[in-house]
């Protein structure tokens, strides 16, 4: 692949003043998750506020629209459990709290004031992070029915199934990231915006372009790879070239992720939108689980990206030329192995994989210009635990995090410190096994 550079920068630029594009500018949708969403307010509050919906999602067809459920107290505290003020629901099942500002909050309904036979479908609050200063917009699903406990076995079995599911969304990055680790010993701080770019790139393709999220995401797929082997081609490569040191080098990466991450916001916007796409799906019956057509795609796609990286890098001439790189650079150099191509492939297979990690994390939530960002130490933690420059060491360690971040609250861990458990058991076993799980164990000295 021998593309111009100015071609390529002309490509990324312009792809980020389409991103600019006014009509992008949607109403905003909160960030955790498939409970919230973006309602419309008659709230007579002005000013930054949470304006929350209650809706009876009664059984019936999928078409109809749900009743909407009055006098029910809600209520909104700060991070710091403060409670900042609270509100009754009006005839359309809508109340809303003034809020001082941006910041996390929690949201939540006093079950006592539900109308006779109506029950919550999931929890009784939310934790909404606010992004913009007009504040934010949570739906609440009510069932008419009574709904019984949920059996701790059939709770801890959907914790697995999104665990897994998480965790082979983180495993898509992880892999980049350790791909790139391997062949060039860089520990690549601005990873996460990759991942971002994923996201931002399908959003722009299927919302402003009107494709579908399978053909964006395909395409965003190849955009990604050239974003990938740009970069390598304008920046670190030179920096290669001129012998400059890992640790300068890591610098360099943090300084890159800040810049891209301004460039997202200022193009794409502080807020929340989502694919136009899969947006709501009811979930299947599948005996122990439920689980939704999206999500039995999103693991899907991971698995089969997964096993086609696995057949590359085992049964191809570039995958045993990028681990023959991963081993020895020098000895590949001198049998005649073009390294600066074999690191570009990397790139560009490293860059791929996050931008299809960021495709599948935006389908299965919602797309932000910090997301990367915020997924970045789970993408980090998952790659040392399983053992750094190890592609199946990667796969593992995520699927580690991913299983005990969503296991977690079920044991108690609180929902906004869940990522806590990971990081612990990332702890735990580097220091039995410093090298990580599946890592190679080296003298130094």
Known sequence: MRLRTAALLSVIFAGLVFLANPAM???TSPTPGPSASAPASDAPVTGPAIRVRLLDQKEG??????PPVPDVTVTVSDDSGTEIGSAVTNEMGVAAVAIPGKGKYEVSIDESTLPAGVKLTGKKSLDVTVNLASGQNVAFPLNGKVVEATPFTERLVDSLISGIKYGLII??????LSLIFGTTGLTNFSHGELITFGAITAYFLNSTLGLPVIVAG???????????WGQDRVLWRPLRSRGTGIIAMMIVSIGLGLLLRNLYQFFFGAATRSYTDYTSQRARDYGLFDLSNKE???MGIAIVAIGIVATIMTRTRLGKAMRAVSDNPALSASSGMRVDGVISSVWIMGAALSALSGVLLGLNSQVNFMMGYQLLLMVFAATVLGGLGTVWGAVLGSLI???????GPLLGVPSSIKEVGALIVLIL??????????GRAERIG
């Open 429 to 438: 076993i580097l220091l039995i096994r410093p090298q990580g799980i599946l």
């Open 61 to 66: 067809k999928a078409g109809d629209n749900p």
């Open 401 to 407: 995090i991913g299983i005990i971040t969503e296991v």
């Open 171 to 176: 495993a898509l990055a992880a892999m980049g």
């Open 296 to 298: 039995i795609a999103i």
């Open 218 to 228: 395909l395409l965003t797929i190849v955009i990604g790879g050239i974003f990938g």
């Open 25 to 27: 500018a949607e109403t």
